[in-house]
């Protein structure tokens, strides 16, 4: 597992897309400037999926918390 300041990619929860695009939209536009990966998290119970969202275990690699509620 990685440490949080070795991970390399930005999770964004889907309903914050719905919820705030225009945050969203600028949030996109940084991240692709400073050349940082985001992926969009589906199915997203609320917009801070910290406690459900996956955890990056290298540079490539993802695995979810089975016990977490998306």
């Not at 300041?5 to 940084?30: C, F, G, K, M, Y």
């Amino acid at each position: 597992m990685l440490a949080d300041w070795e991970t390399n990619t930005v999770l964004i929860s889907d309903l914050l897309h719905q919820r705030h695009p225009e945050i969203v939209r600028r949030l996109e536009a940084i991240l692709v400037e400073q050349e940082i990966p985001s992926i969009v998290v589906p199915g997203t119970s609320d917009i801070w999926i910290r406690d459900a969202a996956p955890v990056q275990v290298d540079e490539r690699h993802f695995t979810q918390n089975p016990h977490a509620k998306l």
